[in-house]
């Protein structure tokens, strides 16, 4: 029927509508016929049009578009059937994150037409579109309720009057303008992350704190290195344009973790600047080594949000995989770290980076006493980043 809808509209001719039923399942189901006649399809109202064309595929819906004007805009704003086929089409990032980039992109066409463009631009391999990539990183740096345990409590008035009576704001913390947010107990190696955190807000707590987990083995390709350490950068950057008072520290992983940049103020120039400096370890790869290294640089600073951020092909024997659910399950539980898998690299382990994080959202959920299912995929979430096509 919706083939004949554009046969008959790209000729010119009238389509009469002869029959309108309604089915049992309550859809109503209509018949063309072709002929010539006042009843002219394009008089009908937007929705009849709509029902004709859910069937047609992206090559046909555009082509209906090039008809006339009104096939144009109802074309353009048929949202359900161009979700839809997006869906269809890449069905492997969550709908959540789609549902965002639409809007990112400006609707769903718009990121069908993205996404198109996108894949021709970087076959053989698959990565996200630009909107894709901002929807991401809003998600990551999202600020989320968590459970009491990991609110700091403090009187709003009182808070304010130290704000407003507070000297002028100074880069670097534990100087004498400003008290540092980092607990007087840490010592050790976990000091040493924060050794160059600059900071340039006036608040005694971070807003968000970030630590970036970054797979530097053998096994991860020269342009998936720059693709990881330029998704890093595109975090920073985000954070920036909030203005919220964040850091984000940098760690490479092979068989040992190494701290390439401890939690810096994003508001810092040098933190852009590691991220395009870094170079690759090479190596073999130990997941719950970095995972552990990031929950430690976390716990360190008292920020209202905490985010692990894991780049990874996630290839690791099933050990080592639990003993990285184990890792990430107790940062979530004690300190409320949000943990975000991106696979990247040839053959992903998609099935054990997503228990990684399912991990950290399940304690979330026990937290808020929810089920992890119904948590937005602001509490944690496995990323498609870069992968090849088969």
């Given at each position: 029927m919706a083939s004949l809808l554009v046969e008959a509209t790209a000729r010119g001719e009238a389509p009469r509508i002869g029959l309108c039923e309604i089915g049992k399942d309550a859809e109503a189901s209509?018949?063309?016929?072709l002929c010539s006649g006042p009843e002219n399809v394009t008089r009908l109202p937007d929705d009849i049009i709509s029902c004709f064309i859910q069937s047609l595929s992206a090559r046909d819906l555009v082509n209906l578009e090039l008809v006339n004007r009104r096939m144009k805009h109802v074309v353009q704003?048929?949202?359900?059937?161009?979700?839809?086929?997006?869906?269809?089409?890449?069905?492997?990032?969550?709908?959540?994150?789609?549902?965002?980039?639409s809007v990112h992109a400006g609707g769903w066409r718009r990121l069908f037409l993205e996404k198109m463009i996108t894949d021709k631009t970087t076959r053989p391999w698959l990565s996200p579109?630009?909107?894709?990539?901002?929807?991401?990183?809003?998600?990551?740096?999202?600020?989320?309720?968590?459970?009491?345990?990991?609110?700091?409590?403090?009187?709003?008035?009182?808070?304010?009057?130290?704000?407003?009576?507070?000297?002028?704001?100074?880069?670097?913390?534990?100087?004498?303008?400003?008290?540092?947010?980092?607990?007087?107990?840490?010592t050790g190696s976990i000091a040493a992350d924060f050794a160059f955190l600059n900071h340039s807000a006036r608040r005694e707590t971070l807003d968000v704190a970030v630590s970036v987990v970054i797979d530097g083995s053998s096994s991860v390709t020269n342009a998936s290195f720059y693709a990881m350490s330029a998704f890093a950068s595109s975090v920073a950057s985000a954070l920036q344009r909030t203005g919220q008072d964040a850091a984000v520290g940098v760690i490479q992983f092979n068989q040992q973790p190494r701290v390439e940049l401890p939690l810096t103020s994003v508001h810092a120039g040098l933190l852009q600047q590691q991220?395009?400096?870094?170079?690759?370890?090479?190596?073999?790869t130990n997941v719950p080594?970095?995972?552990?290294?990031?929950?430690?640089?976390?716990?360190?600073?008292?920020?209202?949000?905490?985010?692990?951020?894991?780049?990874?092909?996630?290839?690791?024997?099933?050990?080592?995989?639990?003993l990285a659910e184990t890792c990430a399950a107790k940062g979530a539980q004690k300190l409320g770290v949000r943990v975000f898998a991106l696979g990247?690299?040839?053959?992903?382990?998609?099935?054990?980076l997503g228990h990684i994080v399912s991990a950290a959202r399940s304690e979330h959920a026990v937290s808020l006493r929810q089920q992890a299912d119904f948590l937005p995929l602001s509490y944690g979430a496995y990323f498609m980043l870069r992968t090849k096509i088969n």
């Open positions: 209509c018949v063309l016929s704003n048929d949202s359900l059937r161009w979700r839809q086929i997006v869906m269809s089409h890449w069905a492997t990032q969550p709908f959540e994150l789609m549902q965002l980039a579109s630009v909107s894709e990539l901002d929807a991401m990183v809003e998600l990551i740096v999202k600020d989320v309720p968590l459970a009491p345990q990991f609110l700091f409590e403090q009187d709003s008035a009182s808070a304010e009057a130290r704000i407003s009576s507070s000297p002028p704001r100074s880069p670097v913390l534990g100087s004498p303008n400003r008290p540092s947010p980092l607990r007087s107990s840490t991220l395009c400096s870094l170079e690759q370890l090479m190596g073999s080594a970095a995972v552990q290294r990031g929950v430690d640089m976390l716990s360190g600073v008292e920020a209202r949000s905490r985010v692990l951020l894991l780049l990874t092909d996630g290839h690791v024997r099933l050990s080592e995989r639990q990247i690299g040839r053959d992903i382990d998609i099935s054990g």
